[in-house]
């Protein structure tokens, strides 16, 4: 499962907005995030910008790509 390191999410409701954008990109599902680590894992596939991007466009700092 393909995972992406995201900074500033704090709370709940920080997971659940980026849940939410990711889940809203067309080829993703089942987005996962872990907030202890940093991490959103997905299932599916899009182009990382556009990954990146949905991330950015919330105002959470996406960061590598696993």
């Known amino acids: 499962m393909p995972t992406i390191e995201v900074g500033g999410m704090h709370c709940q409701n920080c997971a659940n907005s980026v849940t ?25 596939e899009a182009p990382q910008d556009d990954i990146k991007a949905a991330i950015d466009k919330i105002g959470f700092v996406p960061g590598a790509m696993k």
């Open 20 to 44: 939410k954008a990711l889940s809203a990109l067309p080829g993703l599902s089942n987005v996962s995030v872990d907030l202890g680590k940093g991490l959103v894992s997905f299932e599916g």
